[in-house]
């Protein structure tokens, strides 16, 4: 089946740093991915639709500024959480859509730590 | 608004005994309804999906647009069984998959 990695798996950061979180589909071209965020015994939150080509639609709540996307390529979308607080200490996931039925194929997530 | 409800954070059977994992939903169209899988240390997969009416390890869910619910069965649970599971909705007029809370499950041996 398609592979979508993450990278990196675990990232520990100062607080006031900028962390970049790459996502990419393997073996297949995804024009979109999107990335959520996950709570500690909690469920995925949904925060914003990556589009290669174009600008990320954000879910209602989640700062743009904050948390910037971008999809340069049709294999790799990359979320940047700017200017990072321990308040943003969380895992990360990424999908994509692939394969022949168009599932959504996750990454292994990232998570996040924030001193 | 979308929104999918699973009412039950912990559920936990005995092994060979039947399962239920329950999943309402709201939306106003005809969604699309998931289940997807995470084993321990593992990365969410997609379990199944409505639309294939398909039973994957025993699991099989039947959409009953009437009652709003996606209830993932299983008549004899097994210890490999032992997961976390998200009932996730899909809009016909938007790409976004949107997640239940997530039930663990544990069946004992």
């Known amino acids: 089946g398609a592979v979508v990695s993450q990278h990196p798996s675990r990232v520990i950061c100062k607080s006031g740093t900028s962390v970049k979180i790459e996502c990419r589909s393997l073996?297949?071209?995804?024009?979109?991915m999107f990335w959520y965020r996950q709570f500690p015994k909690q469920s995925l939150m949904l925060m914003a639709t990556s589009n290669e080509g174009s600008k990320a639609t954000y879910e209602q709540g989640v700062e743009k500024d904050k948390f910037l996307i971008n999809h340069a390529s049709l294999t790799l979308s990359t979320l940047t959480v700017t200017s990072a607080h321990p308040e943003d200490s969380s895992f990360y996931i990424c999908?994509?859509?692939?394969?022949?039925?168009?599932?959504?194929?996750f990454g292994e997530g990232s998570r996040l730590t924030v001193l | 608004a979308q929104r999918v409800t699973q009412p039950e954070k912990l559920l936990s059977v005995f092994k060979g005994a039947p399962v239920e994992l329950k999943c309402n939903y709201s939306y106003s169209g005809s969604p699309e309804l998931f289940w997807y899988v995470q084993y321990s240390r593992q990365r969410l997969q997609l379990l199944l999906r409505?639309?294939s009416r398909e039973s994957i390890k025993g699991f099989t869910a039947d959409l009953n647009k009437g009652e709003t619910s996606f209830h993932l069965k299983k008549p004899f649970a097994q210890e490999e069984d032992s997961a976390m599971y998200y009932c996730a909705l899909k809009g016909t007029s938007y790409d976004k998959v949107i997640f239940g809370p997530g039930t663990s499950l544990s069946v004992i041996p």
């Open positions: 073996d297949f071209q995804a024009t979109t």
């Open positions: 999908s994509a859509r692939g394969g022949s039925m168009g599932e959504l194929f």
């Open positions: 409505h639309i």
